[in-house]
């Protein structure tokens, strides 16, 4: 069973920066794409980054530009580097694997995420 554990979440002012690091228990090689998203409170859960197999990298348009998504197949993680924070990233963040042979969905527990103004 894939366990994904997110870390990284925390309290930072507006322009600060946060680094969100995804744990997984298994071989992260053979997810078909991974990804991040996010849940404001009130608010659905809508996708932040994503990152395939092969390092093809996709983003919500009010994260382009802001943030960065990354994998390391070597050391079964995936990050997301957020810079120039805005209160309105304020959300839990979760983290996401997909395996298309399976057609498995795996989910992280989330980690929050909050900006002040």
């Known amino acids: 069973q894939v366990q994904l554990v997110e870390s990284g979440g925390g309290l930072v002012q507006a322009g600060g920066s946060l680094r969100l690091s995804c744990a997984a228990s298994?071989?992260?090689?053979?997810?078909?794409?991974m990804g991040w998203h996010r849940q404001a409170p009130g608010k659905q859960r809508e996708l932040v980054a994503g990152?395939?197999?092969?390092?093809?990298?996709h983003y919500a348009d009010f994260a382009k530009g802001r943030f960065t998504i990354s994998r390391n197949n070597a050391k079964n993680t995936m990050n997301l580097q957020m810079d120039s924070l805005k209160p309105e990233d304020t959300a839990v963040y979760y983290c996401?694997?997909?395996?298309?042979?399976?057609?498995?969905?795996?989910w992280g527990q989330g980690t929050q995420v909050s900006v002040s103004s």
């Open positions: 996401n694997a997909y395996v298309r042979t399976t057609s498995q969905d795996y």
């Open positions: 298994g071989n992260i090689s053979s997810f078909t794409s």
């Open positions: 990152i395939g197999s092969r390092g093809g990298k």
